[in-house]
């Protein structure tokens, strides 16, 4: 594994679920996954939302997805990669130009895969366990970092073939992709439109209307997600009280906060909380 100065690996690959000690579930990711089903399955629990992904399937969640109650069935077959985003951050400096298909990945983080895919994605795995139990070869980390790249463009490559979008990316689609990375760093302090708006120099009109008409969602739906999708990893996950988590959040208050998250959910975060704990 090639490891980062604090120790932890940068590019890891396991066969099973139970090998990986990186990812803990529950949790919010801050590595990639990708993980590649040959035989039976995987379920799933992701950003509150069932997911299954069966044979010939192959999953890709970016930091900051939150999974839980993640298991494969007993006939299992297939790996997972993880890598640190901070690496391919670091060997991808292009990578901004490819952030609209992020939204693909959030969006549809399981997708089916062609045979010849699947082979490709095989090759590239067993090349990169090969590399990472040959750590002491000289020019290993750079052969690592050739094949992550590798790694990347192919699963790239893969969802954007399932993708209609044009060949360039469009004025509306990087707005698109920079509002969701700016709501990923302010969502907690910032749930005005106005202030997302001004960050990418438009008005709150086309702001929103761009992005209702891309993704389905207006750029106050947007944050209102992110929000309470914040809300209820903290509600499920941490022992952390209303008033707790409400001050997280940047509520002014706990009963503001209950409003809030019972207008949206229908339900109020106490309930929420005991309907979780009940199931």
Request: with cysteine.
């Amino acid at each position: 594994m090639q490891s980062e100065p604090s120790g932890q690996p940068m590019i890891s690959v396991f066969n099973s679920l139970s090998e990986i000690p990186s990812v803990s579930f529950p949790s919010r990711l801050d590595r990639m996954l990708l993980a590649v089903c040959k035989r039976g399955e995987i379920s799933a629990i992701i950003d509150v939302a069932p997911r299954k992904m069966g044979p010939n399937s192959i999953m890709v969640l970016r930091p900051g997805h939150i999974i839980s109650q993640c298991k494969s069935s007993p006939d299992f077959e297939g790996f997972f990669i993880v890598v640190r985003e901070e690496k391919i951050n670091d060997i991808l400096p292009s990578l901004h130009y490819v952030i609209p298909y992020s939204l693909h990945y959030n969006a549809n983080p399981i997708i089916d895969i062609t045979p010849e895919e699947l082979e490709t994605q095989t090759l590239i795995y067993e090349m990169l366990q090969r590399q990472i139990h040959s750590a002491d070869r000289l020019f290993n980390n750079m052969a690592l970092n050739s094949l992550c790249e590798v790694l990347f463009y192919n699963t790239l490559g893969i969802y954007a073939s399932r993708v209609n979008e044009a060949k360039h990316h469009s004025r509306r689609e990087e707005l698109l992709s920079q509002f969701i990375d700016l709501i990923e760093t302010h969502f907690k302090t910032q749930r005005a439109v106005n202030f997302y708006a001004d960050k990418l120099f438009v008005t709150p009109k086309h702001l929103s209307a761009v992005l209702k008409e891309m993704s389905g969602k207006t750029a106050g739906e947007w944050i209102d997600h992110r929000v309470i999708l914040e809300a209820k990893l903290l509600l499920r996950t941490t022992g952390m009280n209303i008033q707790e988590i409400s001050l997280a959040l940047n509520f002014s208050n706990q009963s503001f906060f209950g409003k809030y998250f019972k207008h949206l959910t229908g339900l109020s975060p106490r309930d929420y909380r005991n309907k979780i704990s009940e199931a």
